[in-house]
């Protein structure tokens, strides 16, 4: 079946440090991948998002590019915030959006930004 | 638009008493999700109704657990004789069927003490 697997946690940086959060996949066809976030005590938000295949997706600063040949979704900043402390999720749906309804998630990685 | 609602936002509780938790998803979706997240881990699907139909349910959602949908807006999610493992966040999620983005509600914890 489908699969996400991500950094384990939880990282810790300082502020204006470069992050990276390792995700991989197991699909079978063609999956969107995802990046949600959680912030303490609330539920997620869609951080971001690509649907094929070297697709970059962008928000806030973060990007991830879909690699299939690596299978990998791989979120990156440049330069992190106090305010980006929270757990980060990667996900997939198994085939096109439209087409297909269950999340698949990963275990989430926990992010603190120190001042 | 005001986002996918969810109520209570907690409830704690005695082992073998029975819970509810509501959903209202973004008015005009007709696709809403229920998910269960423990401590630690990702969300988990449990089932999903397009409209007021029940289309499919996961194997975590045991015969204890039912979720309704009567009029294709709102949705329950009922557990009975709650068991201490049942402790979790139970998420709802709403999208269009010609959509590409689930919107998640801020979810309900639930406690068994």
């Known amino acids: 079946g489908n699969s996400v697997t991500q950094m384990e946690g939880p990282v810790t940086l300082s502020e204006e440090a470069f992050l990276t959060i390792n995700c991989t996949y197991t699909a079978t066809g063609y999956p969107s991948l995802f990046w949600y976030v959680q912030y303490p005590g609330e539920g997620l938000q869609l951080l971001l998002k690509a649907t094929k295949a070297d697709d970059k997706g962008s928000n806030k600063g973060f990007e991830a590019t879909y690699r299939k040949e690596t299978t990998s979704f791989h979120l990156e900043k440049g330069s992190v915030q106090v305010s980006d402390s929270a757990v980060y999720f990667c996900?997939?749906?198994?085939?096109?959006?439209?087409?297909?309804?269950?999340?698949?998630f990963g275990q989430g990685t926990r992010l603190t930004i120190n001042p | 638009d005001t986002g996918v609602s969810q109520n209570p936002r907690h409830k704690i509780t005695k082992r073998g008493q029975n819970v509810t938790f509501r959903c209202d998803p973004i008015?005009?979706?007709?696709?809403l999700y229920w998910y269960r997240q423990t401590l630690g881990q990702g969300p988990e699907f449990l089932t999903y109704f397009q409209n007021e139909a029940q289309l499919e349910k996961s194997r975590l959602l045991s015969d204890r657990f039912s979720a309704e949908r009567p009029k294709g807006s709102f949705s329950t999610l009922e557990i009975q004789r709650t068991e201490q493992g049942d402790s979790a966040m139970y998420l709802c999620a709403s999208d269009k069927v010609s959509g590409n983005t689930i919107y998640f509600g801020e979810g309900s914890w639930l406690t068994v003490v």
């Open positions: 996900a997939l749906i198994g085939g096109p959006i439209q087409g297909a309804q269950k999340l698949v």
């Open positions: 008015s005009e979706h007709n696709r």
